[in-house]
């Protein structure tokens, strides 16, 4: 057991006497520090604005009879009001920042405050994409640094840096396969995909117009290597596999996977989001891989979530670099590094194409998540080759950790494959039967946690995905798996309690499907009772 910290508690040991939730109710509706808060428009004042602007006042209106007749109706706060209100409301929420974040797939890492650094630097954080090339050829730099860094990490020929996130990434990937095949006046329509795959890569293939078609994994929760074989023939454009998998396992036969989809005229698709548990280690090029997205936001601790910037460069091999998209960056014979633009340029993606360019496309208007490349090279260099080893080691250290310690009381549905890769996962087999794996990741938030990655992947039961990533200490792995192994004990005996949980949260359970399904975006005034102004007549609050 770890040392007790300066407060006498030690990590590990449940806190007593400590639920500074009970209580008498407070009249504001307030606890302490933890603030109640209303929506904006009940608060705000369609009179109030932070600035004071005079009323225009000349100037010919040339909006040809398009001027809005009525006020917007948006509700204005002063500057400190909104402070507060946005403020209170961050308080409400989970953060990285703020605890362990056991979101599987997602790779919630800590976000060193060097990346934050170096972004920020004017140089970097005040450059506009329309600026002239002369003036920022540091950035083009760093841009270039970074690419030679993942063609370096991978394996691989060439990267196309500008997707904006994995999904982007795998979009590109793909279309790469498909201006690859075209060009050779092949029209193959089948993409094959785990089962286990993240829901983004058969909407990707879709969406690129393929038809998509299961492959079966074996008793190990690997691809099912004859399955795969005997389904390959000419109307199979590739796979896409995840490696390691979402089921927290190394697919041990990519190699052989990629000899055989190529030998039958396909190309293979990697979902790298899991780049973290090998990077340093493995080389996606080595096996075959023909593209491969990278979450930078994941494994090179770009912050994410809530829809945050994200970045996924795809690395592409010799025979797909040539397809990738514009613009790419490249160091000409006068050293200097240059944006390519047009498609007649005749060196390829980071220099290492000789031949002429077969570009699909472009995916975006510019060059990509500009902040998250100085991010991650920041990350990167930081790190430096051995370090990033260490951060693929560690992760699946921590991962393995929680796995062993809690696969006693949680069923470990891939327990026998082996030690995992970066993330655990975790069934329901065993709770008493009224009880679910909502319920107990409603009780972990309850411990002070967000929750895991839950019905994910769909190839489990009940499925909790855990992936502590590299930078939890072992104090923090220690308190996490005391809370996982109490909720989870709770499950199993039926505790009633769960299934109302959370009990603890600014809110209580709320109903989430409907709330995706039927949302409710624009607000309404409620009606205020018969003879009383509505909330706008009184001029707001
Ligand atoms: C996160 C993730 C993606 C999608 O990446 P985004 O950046 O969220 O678009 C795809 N596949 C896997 C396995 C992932 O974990």
């Not at 005040?126 to 730099?141: I, K, M, N, W, Y």
């Not at 075959?288 to 091999?317: E, Q, R, Y």
């Not at 699909?360 to 080893?389: E, K, N």
């Amino acid at each position: 057991m770890n040392a007790p910290n300066a407060s006498g508690w030690k990590p590990g040991t449940p806190v007593q006497d400590h639920n500074a939730m009970a209580g008498p109710d407070t009249v504001t509706g307030n606890r302490a520090l933890m603030l109640e808060e209303p929506l904006i428009f009940e608060i705000g004042n369609t009179e109030t604005t932070g600035v004071d602007l005079p009323e225009p006042t000349g100037g010919a209106n040339r909006l040809g009879g398009l001027e809005r007749s009525e006020k917007i109706g948006i509700p204005g706060l002063s500057e400190p009001e909104t402070v507060r209100h946005y403020t209170r409301l961050s308080r409400q929420n989970y953060a990285i920042d703020l605890g362990l974040f056991p979101l599987g797939s997602c790779t919630m890492k800590h976000n060193p405050r060097l990346n934050e650094k170096v972004a920020r630097m004017p140089g970097f954080a005040d450059v506009h994409p329309l600026q002239p090339v002369d003036t920022v050829r540091g950035a083009l730099e760093v841009m270039n640094e970074l690419a030679h860094w993942l063609i370096d990490l991978t394996g691989m020929h060439g990267v196309a840096m500008s997707p904006k996130a994995g999904a982007h990434g795998e979009l590109c990937g793909i279309l790469c396969i498909r201006a690859a095949l075209e060009a050779r006046g092949d029209a193959r329509e089948v993409i094959l995909v785990p089962e286990s795959a993240h829901g983004t890569n058969p909407a990707t293939a879709a969406f690129a117009g393929y038809k998509i078609e299961d492959i079966p994994a074996n008793s190990d929760g690997r691809v099912d290597l004859d399955a795969l074989k005997s389904r390959l023939g000419p109307d199979v454009a590739g796979v896409m596999i995840t490696n390691p998998s979402t089921l927290g396992l190394f697919e041990r036969d990519l190699k052989e996977i990629s000899d055989a989809v190529h030998e039958a005229g396909g190309f293979v698709y990697c979902d790298g989001a899991n780049f973290n548990a090998i990077v340093g280690k493995v080389r996606p090029g080595d096996l075959g891989v023909d593209a491969m997205h990278i979450n930078l936001h994941k494994t090179f601790s770009t912050p994410h979530g809530g829809g945050g910037p994200g970045s996924g460069p795809v690395v592409l091999s010799e025979a797909l670099s040539p397809f990738g998209p514009l613009p790419y960056t490249a160091r000409t014979k006068d050293g200097v590094v240059h944006l390519i633009e047009e498609e007649d340029a005749d060196a390829f993606s980071e220099e290492h194409f000789g031949g002429k360019m077969q570009s699909f496309g472009r995916m975006t208007a510019f060059h990509g998540q500009m902040g998250m490349f100085t991010r991650a090279l920041s990350y990167i260099l930081s790190h430096g080759a051995d370090g990033l080893r260490q951060v693929a080691e560690d992760a699946v250290l921590n991962a393995n950790y929680i796995l062993r310690s809690l696969d006693d009381v949680l069923d470990a549905p891939f327990g026998h494959s082996g030690p995992c890769m970066h993330e655990a996962l975790f069934s329901d087999k065993g709770f008493a039967e009224d009880i679910s794996t909502l319920d107990l990741a409603k009780a972990l938030i309850d411990e002070g946690y967000h929750p895991m990655t839950m019905y994910f992947p769909l190839v489990v039961h009940g499925a909790m995905l855990v992936e502590p990533t590299e930078t939890e200490s072992k104090a923090a792995l220690d308190q996490f798996i005391m809370a996982l192994r109490s909720v989870a004990e709770r499950a199993k005996a039926g505790d009633e309690t769960l299934k109302t949980a959370p009990h603890y949260a600014p809110r209580r359970r709320l109903d989430e499907t409907l709330a995706a399904r039927k949302p409710i975006l624009a607000w309404e005034e409620p009606n205020p009772p018969a003879g009383e102004p509505t909330m706008s007549e009184q001029g707001g609050r």
